[in-house]
């Protein structure tokens, strides 16, 4: 499938390339290609510079947001949280129509300091912001209870058996994601209801920042035991 | 121990009667122990009158609020989240002082009708709010991420093989709570931190309701896999 994965940051990274490694046609979508490739220092969480990924990275394609969004017939949101309504909006609303928008951002909120907050949190999510800007797309929220490396290879937590969570109101889009996350090794996948469940999804991230600093490691993962 | 558990509803009876059950000197606090006792009709949730599981349980004993907080040694609050900062200032600063404070209630709001929502969230705890409340308490929050049946006898789901949490701000309160949650059964238990994680632990409810109705059952419960 040509799948369009907006973020270049860890997360993005992680998911264009098992994506790619799966045999998917992957493009990675940024708001100035050039800028974001020709960066050489680390980025603000120590990550990389973005180009030596990519040379480790060759066959992902690397595209400004609508260039992207026009390509993929499967649109990751793998932004920042705070960032993912504007690069979705330079996207464009009529490369995002008809397709699915896999959501796996969190809307953390770092500007009352450390830990993060969520805005928006309770009542609203960015699941639900995501679907009302863009009414002709499919959200389907998910991957987002867990740090990258184990979205796409669950296997490297207690052999994969824990839970990955799906939220969004097309029973099809739904049936699609759950097809790529059993690509990626994950076995239970338990569908929470429409996009409104995106709230109790994106609620579990402050416990999920607790238990990394409780465990001091983000390879955990929540398994709903029954 | 000596344990006073506020609340008469599922939650408290279903403590109450497995800590008497484990050999603890139990009493059942409610506002008005004569109207408590009086109701012979199921509550709003369809729970049996009290008067009834008295009946089965007669070494619980029965008080008001602010006696069964002067003899516990521990102080379980298991009333609605909505009730519970009244419930404990009914039972008086001076009988919760220098006395753990075994916080298991949610903040749920169902005054915007279904799903609850949590009052407060985000920035602030129910956890939080007693602590603040009642200064010279210690506060642990726990159980609270599962419903009541499983937090007495965690073996009901998966053989037990599932996770507990406890946030407080004192280890020594945190200790002696892990120790009556191993006396139930419980054996992975994670400490999450001070009382501000508390946050994290409310903020599963969501995730949690959503499972409930996904499952059709609230026999299930969180593991943290790793």
């Known amino acids: 499938m040509k799948i369009a994965v907006l973020g270049t940051g860890m997360v993005g990274r992680t998911i264009a390339g098992a994506l790619a490694g799966l045999g998917h046609d992957v493009v990675i979508g940024t708001r100035d290609p ?11 969480m120590g990550t990389a510079p973005f180009a030596e ?13 609508a260039d ?3 390509d993929g017939e499967l649109i990751v949101n793998a932004t920042n949280g705070a960032g993912s ?7 464009g609303t009529p490369n995002l129509a008809g397709k699915i928008i896999m959501d796996i951002a969190n809307p953390l909120d770092f500007s009352q300091g450390m830990p993060p907050s969520l805005n928006p949190v309770n009542t609203d999510s960015l699941g639900e912001e995501i679907q009302r800007s863009f009414p002709e797309a499919k959200v389907v929220k998910t991957l987002n ?22 939220s969004g109101d097309d029973a099809g889009a739904k049936a699609a994601v759950t097809e790529l996350l059993k690509g990626f090794g994950h076995r239970d996948v338990i569908d929470l209801g429409d996009i409104t469940s995106a709230r109790g999804a994106e609620m579990v991230l402050p416990i999920w920042l ?9 390879e955990f993962n929540f398994k709903i035991a029954r």
């Open 34 to 44: 050039q800028a974001t490739l020709a960066r050489t220092e680390p980025d603000m």
């Open 53 to 65: 990924w990519h040379a480790a990275n060759a066959g992902v394609d690397v595209a400004a947001f």
């Open 68 to 70: 992207a969004a026009s």
């Open 85 to 91: 309504l504007a690069a979705l909006a330079a996207a």
């Open 145 to 166: 209870t867990m740090t990258a490396s184990v979205m796409v290879d669950p296997a490297r937590v207690a052999g994969g058996d824990h839970t990955v969570f799906v």
């Open 210 to 218: 607790r238990i990394w600093g409780a465990l001091g490691t983000g």
